[in-house]
Each structure stands twice: as C-alpha cells, then as structure tokens.
T-cell receptor, first 116, second 114 residues
Framework: GAVVSQHPSRVICKSGTSVKIECRSL??????MFWYRQFPKQSLMLMAT?????????EQGVEKDKFLINHASLTLSTLTVTSAHPEDSSFYIC????????????FGPGTRLTVT | AQSVSQHNHHVILSEAASLELGCNYS??????LFWYVQYPGQHLQLLLK????DPLVKGIKGFEAEFIKSKFSFNLRKPSVQWSDTAEYFC????????????WGAGTKLIIKP
C-alpha cells in the first residue's frame, strides 16, 4: 500500500526558533499533500493544501507567513513553523493524495512539536 | 458550514462485546464517507469507505459501517471486539461543498478491556 513518511517524529525547540517538518510519499507520486494539526481530544484541523509546483492554499485562520509550506516535488512537501511559540506545540500530520480525481488520502505518522 | 459529529469521545468495552460508534454529518448533498483508525503510536489508516452502491460497507478487521442517508449517519460496527481494537476512530466526510477535502469528526477513543 501507499506509504507516507514524516521526519522528524518528535522535535523540541526553543521559542523563537524555526522548525522544518518533512513529508514524503515513498512509493507513489503525490499530486496533492495536506497538512493537518491535531489538538488533544479534538479532530484533525486542516491547515493547508498544497499541489506540487504551486503555492499552498491555507485554511482560514492559518497564518501563511508562520506556517510555510513548500511542495517542491511530487514526493516531498515541507512545513516550516517559523518563530515558534509554545502555543504552536501540537501534533502535525501530513497526508498525500495520488491522483486529483481520487478522494483517498494516505497519512504520515505525524510529528510531535514541543516549543519550550 | 459542514460538520461531522461523533457521539462518544470515549467508549470502554470488554472483549467480545459488540461495538457501534456513531457518526453524523451535516451536508445534504452527495457525500463520500470514511472511517479511519489510529492505533496507539501509529498513523491514521483507512478502515473503510463509502462512495456509492450498497450502503452496508465492509472494511478491514471485521468492521462494517452502514450509510443511512435519511439519518445523515454512517455508524461503524463490529459484532465482537478484540483487545487489539483499542484505538482512536475518526469519521470523515468529503462532499462537493468541502472542495473534496476531508471534514473530520472529533474522534472516539475505544478501549477494550481484556
């Protein structure tokens, strides 16, 4: 089956620093990748949708200058949390969709970000 | 705005008990429905999905779900749960209005007592 990896799985950073999270589709080409944020005891919140080679589309309320998304290739998307603050601590999950006409998304294992 | 509601945040059952997790959505048009599962320490996996046809959908590991359009529901069921079913279960919906993006329920944490 389709596999999506994320790196790192856990990261701790100091307030004010930036953190980059990678999302890779390992055995398929992902035309679209999604970035989610999951708060404890809450559902996944879609942050942004990125299509390879074009700018990401951010959901309302998500600061695009703070959460930089780059979908550089059909197998890699990155999320950079810039000038991180403790309130950015969360579980970040990416997913990938192989074809635009399909609905199924394959999920990465998630990245636990802790900002101290 | 569209929404997906899962009725129970926590469910605790004994092994061999029957399971039904509720899921209701708010959109009235054509929808595609999903149940995802997240086992402890693992990533989200697709359990089953409904696009069209038979409203009773069978998924992996003995799970099934029934789409009842008149009730806007897509409840997940399993006749006899096992300890290994301990996980968090998420219902999700895609519709034309959501621009083909998944709208998620809050999840139900299922704990099976051995």
């Amino acid at each position: 089956g389709a596999v999506v990896s994320q790196h790192p799985s856990r990261v701790i950073c100091k307030s004010g620093t930036s953190v980059k999270i990678e999302c890779r589709s390992l055995d398929f080409q992902a035309t679209t990748m999604f970035w989610y944020r999951q708060f404890p005891k809450q559902s996944l919140m879609l942050m942004a949708t990125s299509n390879e080679g074009s700018k990401a589309t951010y959901e309302q309320g998500v600061e695009k200058d703070k959460f930089l998304i780059n979908h550089a290739s059909l197998t890699l998307s990155t999320l950079t949390v810039t000038s991180a603050h403790p309130e950015d601590s969360s579980f970040y999950i990416c997913s990938a969709r192989e074809n635009p006409g399909t609905y199924e998304q394959y999920f990465g294992p998630g990245t636990r970000l802790t900002v101290t | 705005a569209q929404s997906v509601s899962q009725h129970n945040h926590h469910v605790i059952l004994s092994e061999a008990a029957s399971l039904e997790l509720g899921c209701n959505y708010s959109y009235g048009g054509t929808v595609n429905l999903f149940w995802y599962v997240q086992y402890p320490g693992q990533h989200l996996q697709l359990l089953l999905k409904y696009f069209s046809g038979d409203p009773l959908v069978k998924g992996i590991k003995g799970f099934e779900a029934e789409f009842i359009k008149s009730k806007f529901s897509f409840n997940l069921r399993k006749p006899s749960v096992q300890w290994s079913d301990t996980a968090e279960y998420f219902c999700a919906v895609i519709s034309m209005d959501s621009n083909y993006q998944l709208i998620w329920g809050a999840g139900t944490k299922l704990i099976i007592k051995p």
